[in-house]
């Protein structure tokens, strides 16, 4: 934020010798127009060519037949301020020589916020092959940010004091079923005992020539959905059990969920698990059913639409349903083992943190804290439901949602100057509120110009934790999937109990390139600058450490050595 002066000083040849001084373009006292409102005969001194650098303009006029000695004969008074002009004229342009043509000006003014690089370690959070060092040299605009990181740090200390990690009020079950009427109707209390998925059969009413899926929102709203329903069309009637004249339909649901992060390496972690034949994810890899669609919502900027009724959210596990119901139905025992032993997952990364919509839909807050959370709804399914949890360095994970995210002029200073912001609106929020109040809120997470608050892992991690136990839950760092894909990928395999590859199958697995790798272009723009990294590291330390704490495992703090 830079600050433009636009000064002219008019000496008058009358007898009174009047001195007219105008700036910011505001009204001169007295009759003589002032020449740098007017664009006359002005020397101005411009800064990048810039419309913002104009640092200052300072003009002198003498009209008529002036000598020197009527300068000698000016009061004290005015000879001073015309000195004083020229000392300033003379400070700026030096520091505009001194600072070189195109960079910025030596002198900063106190409200300019700059920005902090970082040397990632990992450059994406989706990204195995990445992990090179990127050397740029070092630019005048970080030197410049540099000066500010003091008035920021006063901002992280300010929001650091606030931090105070409460334990959450949980809802009573009959205030659950009041706000998800239909959903509580659909889903059955028990599961099949001989599937490891939960799945129940409820019965069909459609015709022979219905179509199963003619309603689904899915389908109705993306067309690039579309081919997959084919093929679930297809399949569909051969999969119906019959009974009393009566059509059935096998239902499941997931019997784990890939819940977080984004741009955490969620991904490739799914690519590599769906090469596992005893698993089968939903016909989309990130319905947002949970977390968004439920509510109708696609895009929170462009409103709300119908919301998406949980039989639309069934229909993408049809494909392992047929499966499962064909072990159900088989005759051998083999079979039937080989089938029933398919395990449903789901990777949506909004999952963990994703509660915007509350607000529009969820009354009784307290505090400005949401009522109900997205886990609430599924542990009251599912209480014995898995949980994955993908995490990396916060700091990282920002800089590349920034790059995957931003439509344009993406830059390490663009990316500064917006952590800059979101750090000043989280902190205008936590002055009133609470800690949790303000990771969810939506107002504020929609007027940060970067995602801030998904990097807030321990805040969203405790919430989780007061409906699920702590063994339920697989937490991996993508620092260590990258370095050693094998020993990750088994550590899933154990935690979901699956069965072992053959040699063949784990070298695809693990040896297969990396998904969702960083875009060439945005490769090309390299780190953030070293002053933006520190600030993140300074903001996101206490959550890190507190992360850390919970789960009694240094790493999660991500500490530079």
């Known amino acids: 934020m830079r600050h433009c002066i636009n000064?002219?000083?008019?000496?008058?040849?009358?007898?009174e010798h009047k001195q007219q001084v105008g700036c910011g373009?505001?009204?001169?006292?007295?009759?003589?127009?002032?020449?740098?409102?007017?664009?006359?005969?002005?020397?101005?001194?411009?800064?990048?060519?810039?419309?913002?650098n104009l640092l200052a303009v300072l003009e002198v006029r003498a009209e008529g037949n002036e000598s020197w000695g009527r300068f000698l004969r000016f009061k004290k008074g005015k000879r001073c301020s015309l000195v004083f002009g020229l000392m300033i004229m003379t400070l700026v342009m030096a520091s505009y020589i001194l600072s070189g043509a195109h960079q910025e000006l030596l002198i900063s003014s106190p409200f300019h916020y700059g920005a902090f690089p970082s040397n990632p370690s990992l450059m994406d959070g989706e990204s195995l092959s990445d992990t090179k060092e990127h050397h740029h040299q070092p630019?005048?605009?970080?030197?410049?940010?540099?000066?500010?990181?003091?008035?920021?740090?006063?901002i992280i200390n300010s929001i650091t004091a606030r931090i105070e990690f409460t334990t959450r009020q949980l809802p009573d079950p009959e205030d659950l079923k009041k706000q998800e009427l239909h959903m509580f109707s659909v889903i059955p209390n028990k599961f099949l005992?001989?599937?490891?998925?939960?799945?129940?059969?409820?019965?069909?009413?459609?015709?022979?020539t219905t179509d199963p899926y003619l309603t689904n929102s899915y389908v109705l709203y993306s067309k690039r959905f579309?081919?997959?329903?084919?093929?679930?069309?297809?399949?569909?009637?051969?999969?119906?059990?019959?009974?009393?004249?009566?059509?059935?339909?096998?239902?499941?649901?997931?019997?784990?969920?890939?819940?977080g992060q984004p741009k955490c390496g969620t991904t490739d972690l799914y690519d590599r698990l769906r090469l596992h034949p005893e698993v089968k994810f939903s016909a989309i890899k990130e319905p947002h059913w949970w977390t968004?669609?439920?509510?109708?919502?696609?895009?929170?900027?462009?409103?709300?639409r119908d919301r998406y009724p949980v039989e639309d959210y069934l229909d993408l596990f049809d494909l392992a349903a047929h499966q499962i119901h064909q072990g159900l139905q088989a005759s051998s025992a083999k079979e039937q083992s080989r089938m029933t032993s398919i395990i449903i997952g789901e990777a949506s990364a909004s999952t963990m943190w994703d509660n915007n919509a509350w607000t529009?839909?969820?009354?009784?807050?307290?505090?400005?804290?949401?009522?109900?959370?997205?886990?609430?709804?599924?542990?009251?399914?599912?209480?014995?439901?898995?949980?994955?949890?993908?995490?990396?360095?916060?700091?990282?994970?920002l800089y590349s949602d920034y790059l995957y995210f931003a439509s344009s002029n993406k830059s390490a200073d663009d990316f500064h100057e917006k952590v800059t912001e979101a750090l000043q609106l989280f902190e205008n929020c936590m002055l009133e509120f609470s800690l949790r109040a303000c990771v969810y809120n939506n107002t504020l997470n929609n007027a940060m110009p970067v995602r801030l608050q998904v990097g807030l892992y321990a805040v969203y991690l405790l919430d989780w934790l007061t409906v699920f136990n702590k063994e339920q839950f697989l937490i991996l760092r993508l620092e260590d999937h990258a370095s050693n894909v094998k020993y990750t990928m088994h550590r899933v395999f154990q935690f979901l109990?699956?069965?072992?590859?053959?040699?063949?199958?784990?070298?695809?697995?693990?040896?297969?390139?990396?998904?969702?790798?960083?875009?060439?272009?945005?490769?090309?723009?390299?780190?953030?600058?070293?002053?933006?990294?520190?600030?993140?590291?300074?903001?996101?330390?206490?959550?890190?450490?507190?992360l850390a704490q919970v789960l009694a495992d240094e790493a999660f703090a991500w500490k530079k050595t």
């Not at 084919?230 to 009566?246: E, I, T, Y």
């Not at 968004?292 to 709300?304: A, E, P, S, Y």
């Not at 490769?523 to 206490?542: A, E, K, S």
Request: glycine share 8%; aromatic share 10%; net charge positive.
């Open 25 to 52: 373009g505001g009204p001169l006292h007295g009759h003589l127009e002032c020449p740098a409102c007017r664009g006359e005969n002005k020397i101005v001194l411009r800064v990048d060519g810039k419309q913002m």
């Open 139 to 154: 630019s005048v605009n970080n030197i410049s940010y540099m000066k500010d990181y003091p008035s920021i740090k006063l």
């Open 193 to 208: 005992p001989n599937s490891k998925s939960p799945c129940w059969y409820e019965e069909f009413t459609g015709r022979n």
């Open 292 to 304: 968004r669609k439920r509510f109708g919502i696609v895009r929170l900027r462009d409103g709300l």
């Open 497 to 546: 109990n699956l069965g072992p590859l053959g040699e063949k199958q784990e070298t695809l697995m693990t040896k297969s390139p990396a998904s969702n790798a960083r875009r060439p272009e945005d490769r090309n723009l390299g780190p953030m600058w070293p002053v933006t990294q520190r600030i993140l590291q300074d903001f996101y330390g206490p959550f890190n450490a507190r």
């Open 360 to 397: 529009f839909f969820y009354d009784n807050s307290t505090d400005g804290e949401p009522p109900f959370l997205t886990q609430d709804f599924i542990h009251a399914f599912q209480p014995d439901a898995k949980l994955i949890v993908m995490l990396r360095d916060p700091v990282e994970r």
């Open 226 to 259: 579309r081919s997959t329903f084919d093929a679930l069309r297809k399949a569909f009637w051969g999969h119906l059990s019959h009974a009393s004249g009566k059509h059935f339909r096998l239902r499941c649901l997931p019997r784990f969920y890939i819940i």
């Open 7 to 15: 000064c002219c000083i008019q000496l008058s040849p009358n007898s």
